[in-house]
């Protein structure tokens, strides 16, 4: 104890000496940990993926540029009524009609109830066999649905092997003599086509309409293409009939008029 109290400043010394070599043999292990540390930490803020943008919604800035990029129109015929106003005009029954479209009365005002198609038939009625004098003939009735009302009934016509009317031309025949296929060449469109007994040809040569003027209750049935109309003492040719439409021409200036038809 007596070594103690006469050398504790020296052994006081010496310890505080050993801390202080231990600190120093121990700072590079703690200078690299908080530098590890702050890295990790750097890395998460910087490193970290950011979450992605959410799309902008530019739906009103496009619907602006569309109706800036659309022409704008003003009707100041019809819709419009600061120039031009509502004409009323009296009907054939002594009604007023108000005439807000411009289709109220006129040809626009026509309304299409049918469109049927007119056909062009062909069929072998009956063979006439060969004889001293002549090869066989071939009795063949021929319909046009479009034709002119006095020849739109049926008729025959008597032909053979390398002959033609204004119709058709016969080309060949094959089969037995009873029940014979014939071939022939249609004259307006060239097409080839076969006929039998049993067979006959029809394809569609054009179309007719039923047509109503309301204003009046008037009702063309039956009209064809080059039929007359008289509509509010004004006359208009039917110039076209489609499946899906009616053309009429004013015959005082040649205006045209289609008229939609949805069966």
Do not use: C
Not at 109 to 136: C, G, H
Not at 231 to 260: F, P, R, W
Request: net charge neutral.
């Amino acid at each position: 104890m007596s070594f103690i109290k006469k050398h504790y400043e020296k052994i006081l010394l010496g310890a505080v000496l050993l801390g202080l070599v231990a600190s120093l043999l121990l700072l590079p292990f703690i200078i690299a940990g908080e530098k590890k540390a702050l890295e990790d930490e750097e890395s998460q803020i910087v490193d970290r993926t950011p979450k992605a943008l959410a799309p902008v919604d530019m739906s009103a800035e496009n619907d602006a540029l569309t109706r800036v990029e659309s022409a704008y129109s003003l009707d100041f015929e019809r819709t419009n009524r600061l120039f031009n106003p509502v004409k009323w005009e009296r009907g054939p029954d002594m009604q007023w009609i108000k005439i807000e479209t411009g289709n109220e009365v006129g040809p626009g005002a026509v309304k299409v109830l049918a469109v049927r198609p007119l056909y062009f038939m062909l069929k072998l009625d009956r063979i006439e066999p060969p004889n001293t004098y002549s090869p066989a003939r071939y009795v063949i009735s021929i319909q046009r649905e479009n034709a002119p009302p006095a020849q739109r009934n049926a008729r025959q016509r008597f032909i053979s092997v390398g002959e033609k009317n204004e119709y058709f031309a016969l080309t060949s025949v094959t089969g037995p003599a009873n029940n014979p296929q014939l071939t022939l060449q249609l004259a307006d469109t060239g097409d080839t086509i076969n006929l039998s007994m049993k067979q006959p040809f029809r394809k569609v040569d054009g179309y007719a309409a039923d047509l109503k003027y309301p204003p009046t209750g008037r009702i063309w049935n039956d009209q064809r293409v080059g039929s007359e109309l008289k509509i509010d003492n004004d006359s208009y040719n039917v110039v076209v009939i489609d499946t899906g439409e009616v053309v009429l021409s004013a015959e005082s200036n040649q205006k045209k008029t289609t008229l939609q038809y949805q069966p």
